[in-house]
């Protein structure tokens, strides 16, 4: 059974520029959790969807959004860009909130 | 906010020698769950635990949820230098609906 996969693996924006990220969950898994990892530091929370709609979001500004689609896939869309938006954006998935959540290998964002 | 407090915040060790690292809240989890993560890696989901006072193993390593719920124990027995790692708590929060992680514990083992 394949895992969590995101796409893609590196990116590398200039500053001011939008950048995609692209998530599919485990098959069967409908929440989809997105995650910032700057270098060396923790993992912060930034969206949680499910069965298509947004549940939450961090303490993220507004240009950090994203959706999720019929196929429970999730893209996450980080808009005029900047410097310090430079990190590791992990996505996870589970089959319910309250049950385990397994993460894909991460997009390396790279704003320049 | 909800927010869950790791230590010890780093640890040397020598091979052979046993780990423990806690997990500590001000709230109460439902779910506690403990990741490792390799650098630029995803996190791996090492155990889960659902109930307190539940105690699990996943080879050498044995994690205990807290009977408060608000804690949560990790121990590594018998160190290898692949537990060199960051070990993550993780667990999602009731009423801030947020699957929040700890600060992380980086583990270093010395051969």
């Known amino acids: 059974e394949a895992g969590v996969t995101q796409s893609p693996t590196h990116l590398i924006k200039t500053r001011g520029q939008q950048a995609t990220l692209r998530c599919s969950p485990i098959?069967?898994?409908?929440?989809v959790y997105w995650y910032q990892q700057a270098l060396g530091l923790g993992l912060q929370f930034l969206l949680w969807?499910?069965?298509?709609?947004?549940?939450n979001r961090g303490n993220f500004p507004p240009r950090f959004s994203g959706r999720q689609f019929p196929n429970y896939s999730s893209e996450l869309n980080v808009n005029a860009l900047e410097l310090e938006d430079s990190a590791l954006y992990l996505c996870?998935?589970?089959?319910?909130?309250?049950?385990?959540?397994?993460f894909g290998q991460g997009t390396r964002l790279t704003v320049v | 906010g909800q927010q869950l407090n790791q230590s010890p915040q780093s640890m040397f060790i020598q091979e052979g020698e046993d780990v423990s690292m806690n997990c500590t809240s001000s709230?109460?989890?439902?779910?506690w769950l403990w990741y490792k993560q390799d650098p630029g890696e995803g996190p791996v989901l090492l155990i889960a635990?659902?109930?307190?006072?539940e105690l699990t193993s996943n080879g050498r390593l044995t994690a205990q949820f807290g009977i408060t719920r608000k804690d949560s124990f990790l121990n590594i027995s018998a160190s290898i230098p692949s537990d060199v790692g960051i070990y993550f708590c993780?667990?999602?929060?009731?009423?801030?609906?947020?699957?929040?992680f700890g600060t992380g514990t980086r583990l270093k083992v010395l051969a």
């Open positions: 635990l659902y109930k307190a006072g």
């Open positions: 996870a998935s589970s089959s319910d909130y309250y049950t385990e959540a397994f």
């Open positions: 993780a667990g999602p929060t009731s009423g801030t609906y947020k699957y929040i």
């Open positions: 709230s109460i989890f439902n779910t």
């Open positions: 098959s069967g898994h409908t929440s």
């Open positions: 969807y499910d069965e298509g709609e947004e549940r």
